[in-house]
């Protein structure tokens, strides 16, 4: 970043922290951007004549009379159709080797959509994963994270989603990711044949931590232009909002605040919101889907940071290793999408519904004998039956390798149902029973 | 309220995220509302501490680009709200600024919109007459607003007495057209007109008396009225982990409740859910009126992503109105989604403001806060006779699901209904995640409302409902002998007992809200459930062994489903109610 002739240029720092320093200015603007000694800073807090900076890559090696810079501006990021197939670091600067975008400024961690000029959601994204589309649709506008074990292939899943999602843009928000990761989706993009619809803003864990909190701000501005601007359906990709919500904690602790739950800020719930409630349908058809990961510790969910994530997302979608069939799926039981209702049964087949339901609580009642047979206890005919049912169901249909359309992952459910069921076992509505059950199955009826 | 004759101005000394010092040249009181000039944009302000000559103000709005000497201008008021016809159906933020008439996709910075309307003809009739003495609430006529009688008042800020003078005669007028002349008591003229200010943060105190409540408020929901009633006038909390349907519950309560009105004060919680009221309620009907559901609605919008700031003031605002209605004799729900959002928001200030913190770094007096606002419910006598009310109904959203953390604490002493929902029972798709159990109504206690429901309900109405609470106590505890040891290492009659705890459980305590029947039940209908599932409880069944009861039990319930999801007293009902009557009979003893 170049100066210009109308910056104040200081070089008197009056007192340096690990993340912050201050100096004497005058004329500076809240959330304003300087460069302190070549290095992107902010504005985080001034009293009169006092200004303190929070420098994103920390305070090392910075001295008393260091250059600061001040320019005048908040964080911003150039918009236009030429950001799509682009690389880019957590300030927006081209990582990929090519030169800087030329485009219109816009500052990040924009306003608000005013609720009333929103759309209720009400497209239907297949994936062709069961786990998701069968039981837990997603929706355009919506905001759904995945809860997931640092050991869990989550990248490989959201990579995997994002080139199956009819999306006219996908945006990369990678924070903390490695830079295998890194690799691992810029080849997966490469290969596919998508880069020209895709848009990367990362931090790898080679650069400081908490430049990663302007990560997400970067990508949603970046999507609310071309929802905005040019109606498109975008779908952002943030991985992984714990170590985002890490560099929270880190800046918080480093001020001074004081800690709440998990010494993490006490605003942490209205960070992460600003960031989610991005998400948008908008009336002209351009929209922001945002789907997250939160990486778990122990598969504890009631961690502040999956606990507060949980109290702002539709859902969430939580990745389980079964250890029955040796895959991971997506757990039925504690995943849920709060959008399902808007297009299941109406956007997918009628049956669907009632479908999904029957085979949960068939999976369900498995899960029931399968404690029944961990304590001892001696098991009915009906109990083996689900049993057999529960194997089926997770190889067929929960595990993430599943790649189907929903007509096929309904008629599979049929079929397990036929195999392993009588009707009045399932409890459909009979018009539905009557239409799908399996005829050649020769199940008692 | 004292008269400032010159207004107070101050410039920019410091800034901390939306925490703004501000250096004054005169008085400001605690709370008064000023706006910060930023470069054209005025910041609306609320003083929340002064020190010395430095008034520390919370900003509703983002403070990006402010600078230190930017100027300032007090108010002399404090946060209020404009009262007067055309609230009802309205979307406001949590600062009552109107939400359709702001311009373009995104929310502006500084936009500020007429909460009502200033060219609009209200269609105008007297009620005060000439002579009259009134004080402030009092009503002077009523105009028609959507089909609700809107009473034109005295407003709530003149104390004493005022006399009529002259009174404007039927016919169209707008809100700023005189309605009627009165004198105060030293003989001055004062012109009223339809509209009126309230500062949100004081309770509003036109009203003759507030009694106990005694009358029940009806809701539809079984797993309330039946078990753990609401009265109007009554205040009831939802705390619930995630995802375990508070909100969902909220959106049943507000379609359905016997109320006049609903204002539903979307606070720190989602916009598409704010969506969905948006979209659904102008196309629903209202049973009891025939009409659309967003005629009797009124929604404070201030959605997480909308100013932390400005969450606190939504409540208020929302108990503002609804106060404003209730003074009009009507029947007020509110409805608050989530209030744990206001108090972190509260948090988030008194951390900035480096107070000393209290349990989980909230501040010191969350618990009086909390509770200064319940108090603003209640049912109230008005000084004409009439009366009228607000029932309040929080969520909270306590962090990990526990309990135990000081918002839940704090509401728990302050409302009277506990709600509390069950992660387990929404893991198992028991909805509404209600524990019967575990929740309470202190209603239910009291002798007014035992009284109510022997008289209008059945004569034997709490016992029945005691002893549906024994009968699912004792089904729990069975439950656990069984779980521990085996279905055949307790006796068949275990079995038996544990499954007419079921049926309560099924047939009263779960609900469909998405079905369109079963969503509400009336209280005629809950009672004849009722009756209905003790019958079954009262009635000795023959077992061969534990594998029959459940099948039975099942089939039972299933029967009673069928009814809850048919039409009351329809063809489809007495069928299932045959289909009842008949399983029973196949295994009935003496
Ligand atoms: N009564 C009900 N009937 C059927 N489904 C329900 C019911 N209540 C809740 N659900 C299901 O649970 C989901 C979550 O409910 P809801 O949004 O009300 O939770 P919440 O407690 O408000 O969560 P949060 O604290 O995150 O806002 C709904 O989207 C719906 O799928
Ligand atoms: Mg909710």
Not at chain 1, 57 to 79: H, M, Q, Y
Request: proline fraction near 5%.
């Amino acid at each position: 970043m170049e100066t210009k002739a109308f910056q104040k240029i200081y070089t008197k720092i009056t007192q340096i922290t690990k993340a912050t320093c201050s100096l004497k200015a005058t004329g500076i603007g809240y959330e304003e951007m300087a460069i302190v000694h070549g290095r992107l800073a902010q504005v985080v807090k001034i009293m009169g004549e006092d200004v303190t900076l929070q420098i994103f890559s920390g305070t090392e090696g910075i001295p008393t009379n260091a250059e600061v810079v001040f320019l005048g501006r908040p964080p911003v990021l150039k918009v236009g159709e030429e950001l799509s197939g682009r690389f880019f670091d957590a300030y927006g600067d081209p990582i990929d080797g090519r030169p800087a975008i030329e485009g219109e400024e816009r500052q990040i961690g924009g306003p608000s959509v005013n609720p009333v000029r929103r759309k209720q959601p009400s497209e239907f994204i297949p994936t062709g994963i069961a786990g998701i589309d069968l039981n837990n649709a997603l929706v355009t506008g919506q905001k759904i994270p995945f809860f997931a074990d640092p050991d869990q292939p989550y990248n490989e899943i959201m990579a995997m989603v994002a080139l199956r999602a009819d999306a006219d843009k996908i945006i990369l928000g990678g924070m903390g990711l490695t830079n295998d990761d890194y690799l691992y989706y810029k080849n997966v993009f490469e290969n596919a044949g998508a880069l020209d619809r895709i848009i990367s803003f990362v931090n790898t864990t080679e650069n400081p931590p908490v430049e990663r909190i302007l990560v997400p701000d970067m990508a949603l501005t970046a999507a609310e232009y071309f929802a905005v601007d040019k109606k498109q359906k975008v779908l952002v990709l943030l991985t992984d909002m714990t170590l985002y919500a890490d560099a929270l904690s880190i800046v918080s602790n480093r001020m001074d605040q004081i800690p709440s739950k998990d010494s993490m800020p006490g605003s942490l719930y209205s960070d992460l919101a600003k960031i989610y409630e991005k998400a948008v349908q908008f009336p002209d058809g351009g929209s922001i889907t945002i789907i997250a990961v939160t990486t778990l510790s122990g598969g504890d969910i009631t961690h502040a940071i999956p606990d507060n994530t949980g109290y702002i997302t539709e859902g969430q979608l939580f990745l389980r290793k079964d250890t029955d069939i040796g895959k991971v799926v997506v757990d039925p039981f504690r995943s849920l999408s709060r959008l399902k209702q808007l297009v299941i049964g109406s956007k997918t087949r009628p049956d669907h519904p009632q479908v999904m339901n029957a085979a949960i609580r068939l999976y369900a009642d498995a899960a029931n004998a399968k404690t029944k047979q961990e304590n001892g206890f001696d098991l009915t005919d009906y109990d083996e039956r689900t049993l057999n049912f529960a194997k089926d169901y997770s190889n067929k249909l929960l595990a993430i390798d599943v790649n189907v359309e929903v007509d096929q992952m309904l008629e599979t459910t049929w079929n397990l149902f036929g195999e392993h069921f009588s009707q009045v076992e399932v409890g459909i509505k009979q018009e539905f029973v009557d239409k799908h059950w399996p005829t050649e199955n020769s199940s008692e009826v | 309220m004292e008269k400032i004759n010159k207004m107070t101005k101050g410039t920019v000394a410091g800034i901390i995220a939306n925490l703004v010092f501000v250096e004054v040249d005169g008085p400001v009181q605690q709370n008064e509302i000023c706006y910060i000039d930023l470069e054209g944009t005025k910041l609306m302000a609320e003083v929340i501490k002064v020190n010395g000559t430095q008034a520390y103000v919370q900003v509703f709005e983002s403070t990006r680009g402010l600078k230190v000497n930017h100027t300032v201008e007090f108010t002399g008021h404090m946060l209020e709200v404009t009262l007067g016809p055309g609230i009802l159906s309205k979307n406001y933020d949590g600062l009552q600024n109107d939400l359709d008439k702001m311009d373009g996709v995104f929310l502006k910075r500084g936009e500020h919109t007429n909460p009502l309307e200033d060219d609009k003809k209200w269609e105008y009739k007297p009620i005060a007459k000439v002579g009259d003495v009134l004080e402030a609430g009092g009503w002077i006529g009523e105009v028609k607003e959507n089909w609700m009688p809107h009473k034109i008042m005295v407003p709530f800020k003149f104390e004493g007495k005022y006399t009529v003078k002259s009174v404007t005669k039927a016919g169209e007028y707008t809100i700023h057209d005189t309605m009627a002349v009165v004198t105060d008591e030293k003989g001055k003229e004062i012109n009223l007109t339809m509209i009126q200010k309230w500062p949100v943060k004081l309770a509003v105190k036109a009203y003759k008396e507030k009694p106990r409540p005694f009358k029940l408020l009806e809701t539809g929901v079984r797993v309330i009225d039946t078990l753990n009633p609401i009265a109007e006038g009554g205040t009831g909390f939802i705390p619930g982990p995630f995802g375990t349907g508070k909100t969902v519950l909220q959106h049943a309560l507000s379609k359905q409740a016997e109320a006049d009105m609903i204002i539903v004060a979307a606070c720190g919680e989602r916009a598409n859910e704010v969506v969905e009221i948006f979209t659904e309620f102008p196309e629903l009907d209202d049973p009891r009126t025939g009409r659309k559901l967003m005629e009797r609605t009124t929604i404070i919008a201030n959605t997480s992503n909308m100013p932390v700031a400005a969450r606190e003031a939504s409540v208020y605002t929302a108990m503002t109105l609804g106060e404003y209605y209730r003074a009009m004799g009507l029947k007020v729900l509110l409805l608050a989604d989530s209030t744990s959002r206001w108090a972190q928001a509260l948090r988030e200030m008194s951390n900035r403001m480096e107070e000393l913190p209290g349990q989980d770094a909230f501040p010191m007096d969350l618990p009086a806060i909390i509770s200064n606002f319940y108090s603003r419910a209640g049912f109230t006598y008005l000084n004409n006779g009439e009366s009228g009310s607000i029932t309040f109904i929080g969520t909270v959203s306590p962090a990990g699901g526990n309990l135990k953390e000081p918002v839940t604490e704090s509401t728990k002493k302050a409302a009277r209904c506990f709600y509390a929902l069950s992660q387990q029972r929404a893991d198992s798709k028991r909805y509404p995640a209600i524990d019967a159990l575990e929740s309470y109504s202190k209603y239910a206690e009291y002798p007014e409302l035992q009284d109510y429901f022997r008289k209008n309900i059945d004569p034997d109405w709490p016992e029945k409902i005691a002893l549906a609470r024994d009968i699912l106590i004792r089904s729990r505890e069975v439950s656990e002998q069984i779980n521990i040891l085996g279905d055949d290492g307790v006796p068949v009659e275990y079995h038996n007992r544990f499954w007419k705890g079921e049926v309560i459980d099924f047939v009263i305590c779960q609900q469909d809200a998405f079905d369109e029947v079963d969503r509400s039940a009336s209280l005629d209908r809950q009672k004849y459930m009722l009756n209905r599932v003790l019958d079954i409880y009262h009635t000795n069944f023959s077992f061969e062994s534990f594998e029959d009861v459940g099948t039975y039990f099942k089939r039972m319930i299933n029967s009673m489903k069928q009814m809850n999801y048919a039409v009351y007293e329809s063809d489809k009902y007495h069928d299932s109610e045959k289909e009842l009557n008949s399983i029973i009979e196949e295994r009935k003893t003496a």
